[in-house]
């Protein structure tokens, strides 16, 4: 089991800045991916953006350039740096964290509770 907890998040304007942060802990499992997701009313949950362990990253193009997404690996806690952000960009962000059981060696998927982000025009 991987416990989240999701930090960050609120009301700015466009064109201003957010930080959300997502700490990872657990005993039993080793931690691989994070990174983050994001769902709009009515709309299917999408990848945001994602860093392996390595820190390999991967962004989707709405947000390149304006979103950064980091991670430190001692603290288990990946950030995602938004900035000139849009109205666009209002939704439900998910902490998403891939981690290996280390029993098993087998990979599991967790998210967080999300934490809402609304830009205003």
């Known amino acids: 089991q991987v416990q989240l907890v999701e930090s960050g998040g609120g009301l700015v304007q466009a064109g201003g800045s957010l930080r959300l942060s997502c700490a990872a802990s657990s005993s039993i499992s080793s931690i691989n991916d994070m990174g983050w997701y994001r769902q709009a009313p009515g709309k299917q949950r999408d990848l945001v953006a994602v860093?392996?362990?390595?820190?390999?990253?991967n962004y989707a193009d709405s947000v390149k350039g304006r979103f950064t997404v980091s991670r430190d690996n001692v603290k288990n806690t990946v950030y995602l740096q938004m900035n000139s952000l849009k109205p666009d960009d209002t939704a439900v962000y998910y902490c998403y964290v891939q981690a290996t059981f280390l029993y098993t060696r087998r990979k599991y998927d967790y998210w967080g509770q999300g934490t809402q982000v609304t830009v205003s025009s």
């Open positions: 860093i392996t362990s390595g820190g390999s990253t």
